[in-house]
């Protein structure tokens, strides 16, 4: 019989693949993120529950799976965690700093589990922005710096490994061949008003 997190595995790698997504940049098989996230989540804890939605976290936002399946699949305390890391698009957002600032809440309000699980997210989808898009990299660090910030019930050791990325790659892109000013970095960060 499965355990729970490889039924997840299953389950995430059927749907993602269903869903025809692959990996922005190099094109590979959705599911190597969610793979890359579990890795970074198991290397703090062997919490079933949230390895199962490690594996899950992308499923509701980026498929045809509900919530509603998530629950029934997996139970309760996963569906808890798919839920609170799942960026739902309010209504009311004008623009993408407003759709972020939206969604910063939204994960600064998730409990401790769910807020590792999204610093393993964001390590992972920060490892390699740089060489394949430096451009839209200026604006994702930023994000992610600002998130992180309210990301402090999250394991620190995944807090400090996704501090270190982001940082590193800001400081990355003031030196050759980038060349952006601090002070763009400044006021890109000022553009997201996040207050709790």
Do not use: C
């Amino acid at each position: 019989m499965l355990t729970l997190e490889e039924q997840a595995r299953h389950y995430a790698t059927k749907v993602h693949a269903e869903a025809g997504q692959r990996r922005k940049y190099t094109d590979e098989p959705y599911i190597v993120h969610p793979a890359a996230v579990v890795e970074l989540v198991r290397s703090v804890t062997d919490n079933e529950v949230m390895l199962a939605a490690a594996w899950l976290h992308d499923t509701v936002e980026d498929t045809s799976s509900t919530l509603n399946d998530i629950t029934s699949l997996f139970g309760a305390e996963v569906a808890a965690l798919v839920e609170m890391l799942t960026d739902s698009h309010p209504a009311e957002a004008r623009n993408r700093a407003a759709r972020k600032v939206a969604h910063f809440r939204h994960s600064a309000l998730a409990s401790p589990d769910a807020q590792t699980i999204k610093l393993a997210d964001i390590i992972d989808n920060t490892r390699s922005i740089i060489p394949f898009d430096p451009h839209f990299a200026r604006v994702y660090l930023v994000e992610k710096r600002i998130q992180i910030a309210l990301l402090t019930e999250g394991n620190r050791e995944l807090w400090q490994q996704a501090s270190v990325i982001i940082e590193n790659g800001i400081d990355q892109l003031t030196q050759a061949p980038h060349r952006v000013p601090a002070v763009w970095f400044t006021k890109q960060q000022q553009k997201y008003p996040v207050a709790l």
